[in-house]
């Protein structure tokens, strides 16, 4: 066990963008304890419990919430997520590099509890890029996918001003490849592209 602390890492970017997929291939590349989220909502078909998410009801979540085991929450298109608290804690204590995926609320609120956190934000290349991902995953019904967009929108205006690094996903090993370089850094502020 080392005695230095870990790094909490923060990756964030509209629905869409491909976010697991670079976490996925970032695992490949830089050790990490990757947090699952619990969410409210339901599983889509491949997705395991556990692994890609913790499924919980509603009553649930809110236990979580209200006993204050969870390290940040929020709502994002009907259905509630967060962060398990505890085991974060633990892990950056051991001294291992933590990555949270998570939506640009929450990462919001872990940056003001641990302004040390490392975010970046992943954006696509384009809004029209992002509407063919979103429409080409089918297993979202139109209504959403435009009120997704909507929100990739105000989430693309805000970024620069919300988080350390912005990111274009155009490729993901050039996503990853960037991303390495922010990690390996040492801490500052500054926008990729």
């Known amino acids: 066990m080392s005695t230095d602390r870990g790094r909490l890492i923060v990756v964030s970017g509209p629905s869409g963008v491909g976010k697991s997929t670079v976490v996925a291939a970032l695992h490949e590349r830089h050790p990490f304890f990757f947090s699952?989220?619990?969410?409210?909502r339901r599983r889509r078909p491949?997705?395991?419990d556990g692994v890609d998410y913790r499924f919980v009801?509603?009553?649930?979540?809110?236990?979580?919430?209200?006993s204050g085991r969870l390290l940040e929450w929020t709502e994002y298109a009907g259905h509630q997520y967060g962060t398990p608290k505890d085991p974060v804690l633990e892990q950056l204590a051991s001294g291992n590099d933590?990555?949270?995926?998570i939506e640009?609320?929450?990462?919001?609120?872990v940056k003001a509890a641990f302004p040390e956190a490392i975010t970046v934000f992943v954006a696509p290349p384009s809004m029209e890029a992002l509407e063919e991902r979103l429409r080409g995953r089918g297993d979202t019904d139109p209504e959403q996918i435009?009120?997704?967009?909507?929100?990739?929108?105000w989430q693309l205006s805000n970024a620069r001003d919300t988080f350390d690094h912005v990111v274009v996903n155009r490729r993901v090993e050039d996503t990853v490849a960037q991303i390495l370089r922010i990690l390996a850094?040492?801490?500052?502020?500054a926008d990729s592209s």
């Open 36 to 40: 699952v989220s619990v969410t409210t």
């Open 46 to 48: 491949g997705e395991v």
């Open 57 to 66: 009801t509603p009553e649930t979540f809110d236990r979580l919430r209200s």
């Open 98 to 101: 933590v990555l949270l995926d």
């Open 104 to 109: 640009v609320n929450g990462a919001a609120q």
């Open 146 to 153: 435009d009120r997704r967009l909507e929100i990739a929108a």
């Open 185 to 189: 850094a040492p801490p500052t502020r």
